[in-house]
């Protein structure tokens, strides 16, 4: 059996109907690669044969998985159907997602903060526990999916303590005081930032002085 150390949560980053694991097969085989690069893959409310929140399985757990650069070989990977960036995953789908992810994480023994999505691979970067040939700058699973909260979930269905925020440095409370402050002269980045500033994870943490009155979305 493998030594997993990572359950990696992923979109699929394609907000149209009917996708499930013959049609991601096909996506990633005509990259090239074996077959479908997930282990398992939920599908969503827009598929006219399967239901809401269905379970189906894709590349075999104990196969090394083709869906997260630098985690690969040590993390299952599971795929949400949708596009997490242009709409949350359906409440049944998150049902299925947590279930699956406790019950991996208790076969694996991963701890519950080693439940990530593809997007917090920097986290590990930043940490010195991946490459940094590896950083990403893709949002998955999606900016409208917040990770915290899927792992609170997951540590309550296994009757966890659950994993503390992790509290950021001051520092970067202060720079991002300061980019907001002057986001007039990101130009061409300033979707970017935002997108970023408003992603899931980022709710939680203390708000940047300049945005402090300005909601709970980017304008």
Avoid at 33 to 41: E, L
Avoid at 50 to 67: I, K, N, S, T
Avoid at 120 to 143: A, M, Q, W, Y
Avoid at 164 to 189: Q, T
Wanted: charged share 30%; with cysteine; hydrophobic share 35%.
């Amino acid at each position: 059996m493998r030594k997993i150390r990572q359950l990696v949560v992923h979109t699929a980053a394609a907000d149209i109907a009917n996708v499930d694991v013959s049609e991601i097969d096909d996506w990633h085989r005509k990259r090239g690669w074996k077959g479908i690069g997930y282990h398992y893959v939920i599908i969503d409310d827009r598929h006219g044969s399967l239901p809401d929140g269905a379970l189906q399985e894709g590349r075999p757990e104990e196969e090394v998985g083709a869906h997260v650069a630098g985690l690969n070989r040590f993390s299952i990977g599971v795929c949400c159907v949708g596009h997490g960036d242009r709409r949350d995953f359906t409440v049944k789908q998150k049902d299925t997602l947590t279930d699956l992810l406790a019950q991996l994480a208790q076969r694996y023994d991963v701890p519950v903060e080693n439940i990530i999505g593809q997007r917090e691979v920097n986290r590990l970067i930043d940490r010195g526990e991946v490459e940094e040939e590896f950083r990403t700058s893709k949002t998955c699973p999606g900016t409208l999916l917040d990770m915290g909260k899927i792992r609170r979930l997951v540590a309550s269905k296994l009757g966890a303590s659950q994993p503390a925020a992790m509290a950021p440095p001051k520092d970067l409370i202060d720079a991002m005081d300061v980019i907001a402050a002057n986001e007039r002269l990101l130009g061409n980045a300033l979707g970017e930032w935002r997108c970023f500033f408003f992603s899931g994870e980022m709710r939680g943490l203390s708000r940047p002085k300049s945005f402090r009155n300005r909601g709970s979305r980017a304008e």
